[in-house]
């Protein structure tokens, strides 16, 4: 699903690949986006950045946020989005990509010309802060009006929801690689009856009201679902219901006699759609997409 999902972008957009690429593997996304022809990757983590220099010839390196590292590669660049940063990067020689403060007034400076017009000032980019269609139009164009008369820069804009409303400048992309892509299984390793008035989980969280079939899945809130919320699961064909508290490393699941020990138990992928998680969680993508595990 990532080469799909990859294939269906222009190679000069620039990839995110934080929090080890969403949770999806950093060294296993970067071998299917370099395969493609993709070259310039945006990170947070120091170590990432240089991870991608020293194993992929070719590629550049974009560090978003505060953190600062020192290279003689030219093929980092940091980010500016104060004046304590921009003195950093003139004292130490490192080239930088200014950050626009968007209407989300997170983090980011105002557009300054002395700072756009230095020679290690190689980009400048905004992340939008509007998920809604006229929230997008009014900050692409809000983006627009800083940077219409910067030149010999590259000028790129964020998030995934913009890829397809702006054609103006290059993208800069996260959860768009990664839609659908991770999946979540475990297995039955124990399967019991419980009678009913019977309990189980912590805190005796759950009784049965009647003598029914549970299994043990060898997954639990670890592996990034709450522990309280309930969701569904999909084994042979169909799905069965989890029941109590969650442990760290085991759920319990509601099951029928054709369940079996061993039997592969999909808790999120092609039957248990992310977007099915996100609305029992109440969570976004992002949330759910870096703890999962």
Do not use: W
């Not at 986006?33 to 310039?40: E, H, R, V, Y």
């Not at 989005?81 to 950093?88: A, G, I, K, Q, V």
């Not at 919320?229 to 319990?252: A, E, L, P």
């Amino acid at each position: 699903m990532i080469k799909n999902n990859l294939e269906q972008l222009d190679r000069k957009t620039i990839l995110v690949v934080k929090d080890n690429a969403y949770g999806c593997g950093l060294e296993n996304v970067l071998t299917i986006a370099i395969s493609l022809g993709f070259t310039f990757f945006a990170v947070t983590d120091i170590k990432d950045s240089l991870y991608i220099i020293n194993n992929y010839p070719n590629t550049y390196v974009l560090i978003l946020g505060k953190n600062k590292v020192v290279s003689i590669s030219n093929r980092i660049f940091l980010t500016v989005e104060s004046e304590d940063d921009y003195l950093f990067c003139k004292k130490t020689k490192m080239p930088y990509h200014l950050k626009i403060i968007s209407p989300m007034n997170r983090f980011g400076m105002q557009k300054d010309l002395s700072i756009i017009n230095d020679s290690l000032c190689k980009g400048v980019y905004m992340h939008t802060s509007r998920y809604d269609d006229f929230g997008i139009e009014s900050e692409l164009k809000y983006f627009y009006n800083i940077v219409k008369d910067i030149k010999n820069k590259i000028i790129h804009i964020g998030g995934s929801h913009i890829i397809y409303k702006d054609n103006k400048y290059i993208k800069r992309v996260g959860m768009l690689i990664y839609d659908n892509a991770l999946e979540l299984y475990g297995k039955i390793v124990k399967t019991f009856v419980l009678e009913r008035d019977q309990f189980i989980g912590y805190n005796r969280s759950y009784k049965a009201k009647y003598r029914m079939r549970v299994g043990i899945i060898d997954v639990g809130y670890n592996s990034g679902l709450s522990s309280f919320i309930h969701h569904t699961v999909y084994i042979k064909g169909n799905r069965y219901k989890m029941i109590g508290q969650k442990c760290m490393d085991f759920s319990f699941v509601q099951i029928n006699d054709k369940i079996k020990v061993n039997d592969e138990v999909e808790l999120l992928g092609p039957n248990i759609k992310i977007g099915e998680i996100c609305r029992i969680e109440k969570k976004d993508k992002y949330e759910l997409y870096v703890n999962i595990k």
